[in-house]
């Protein structure tokens, strides 16, 4: 995901990078997530597949992907976060470029609430 994004923003081609990306997807139904590699103690399928979602928006606002990243996402939260630190922040970002591109998709009114 982040080789796509860097990619994006120098000027090469990205399509590469999105190719390897959707070939990683998982698909469960309508949810879609992207996993953490095996050993890999700094990463989690939230963080994953936040910086995919990230990633495919950047590049395409309307990607369904990461329309059903986001919602894999959702399904992921236990009560006031998603997981640990990281993931949470990891994940609202995501929610936060997700709704930046899509407003209508908030429910008004929406709050977001942060907690230090």
Sequence with gaps: ?????LARETG??????????????????PLTRWAAG????????????????????????????ARAGIRWLLTERTGDSFGD??????????????LARHPQAAQAPTSVAVRV
């Design 12 to 29: 090469a081609d990205p399509g590469p990078y999105r190719d390897a990306l959707r070939r990683l997807e998982r698909r469960e139904g």
């Design 38 to 65: 095996r050993g890999d103690a700094d990463s989690s399928d939230r963080m994953e597949t936040a910086a995919a979602v990230r990633a495919l928006l950047a590049l395409d606002p309307d990607d369904p992907s």
């Design 1 to 5: 995901a982040w080789t796509l994004l």
């Design 85 to 98: 630190t990281r993931d949470t922040a990891a994940t609202l970002a995501a929610l936060c470029d997700y």
